[in-house]
């Protein structure tokens, strides 16, 4: 499809998504656009299945793309990125590296929660969403109710995902963030 829009996903995103049993909800979310899956981040995913079984779920989605770094531009982008994300342990942060090469080159957007990843995101011009930021489009654009966005939120929570706030917050952060409409 033309102009459909690419989304590069981080293995945050997709491992607590899968272990709180709302996988397809980001499948729902692409729609008719792009689910990009990096080899930096499906090998991040692959190394994780024997101690967390949820990652299976992950990486048999038909609806993620595996992708390899191929273009010149791409590793070009990637070392980039390595040389502002990975310290002193060589494989921390490579999928992140891996994200934003391809959302970069591509013109996709990285679905990406890292803090530092997501300023690099940007300073590059490497347009990003987060988790909650697709929770909060989807109340917005009607496919999903505040009610189960918020369950979905506490779901995330429960498989200890670092959220900005507690069970039951999600409405309430949403709000005060001006990200939703006030109802």
Request: net charge negative; hydrophobic share 45%.
């Given at each position: 499809?033309p102009?459909?829009i690419s989304?590069?996903?981080?293995?945050?995103?997709?491992?607590?998504?899968?272990?709180?049993?709302?996988?397809?909800?980001?499948?729902?979310?692409?729609?008719?656009?792009?689910a990009?899956?990096?080899?930096?981040?499906?090998?991040?995913?692959s190394d994780?299945v024997?101690?967390?079984?949820?990652?299976?779920?992950?990486?048999?989605?038909?609806?993620l793309?595996?992708?390899?770094?191929?273009?010149?531009a791409?590793?070009?982008?990637f070392a980039?990125?390595?040389?502002?994300?990975?310290?002193?342990?060589?494989?921390?942060?490579?999928?992140?590296c891996?994200?934003l090469?391809?959302?970069?080159?591509?013109?996709?957007?990285?679905?990406i929660?890292d803090?530092?990843?997501?300023?690099i995101?940007?300073?590059n011009g490497?347009?990003?969403?987060?988790?909650?930021?697709?929770?909060?489009?989807?109340?917005?654009?009607?496919?999903?109710s505040l009610?189960?966005?918020?369950?979905?939120?506490?779901?995330?929570?429960?498989?200890?995902?670092?959220l900005?706030f507690g069970?039951?917050g999600?409405?309430?952060?949403?709000?005060?963030n001006d990200?939703?409409?006030?109802?």
């Amino acid at each position: 499809m033309p102009g459909a829009i690419s989304y590069v996903f981080d293995d945050g995103p997709l491992s607590h998504f899968a272990d709180a049993g709302w996988l397809g909800l980001l499948d729902s979310y692409v729609g008719e656009g792009d689910a990009i899956l990096p080899e930096t981040v499906h090998r991040e995913l692959s190394d994780g299945v024997a101690m967390y079984p949820h990652l299976r779920a992950v990486l048999d989605a038909r609806w993620l793309q595996l992708r390899m770094l191929v273009s010149a531009a791409e590793h070009a982008a990637f070392a980039k990125f390595t040389g502002l994300l990975v310290g002193s342990d060589s494989r921390k942060n490579l999928g992140e590296c891996g994200v934003l090469a391809l959302a970069q080159v591509s013109g996709g957007i990285a679905v990406i929660d890292d803090s530092v990843a997501r300023k690099i995101a940007a300073a590059n011009g490497i347009e990003h969403k987060t988790t909650l930021g697709i929770l909060t489009d989807l109340v917005r654009d009607g496919d999903l109710s505040l009610k189960l966005a918020s369950r979905v939120a506490d779901h995330l929570l429960e498989t200890e995902y670092r959220l900005p706030f507690g069970e039951g917050g999600f409405q309430t952060w949403a709000l005060m963030n001006d990200l939703l409409p006030d109802s």
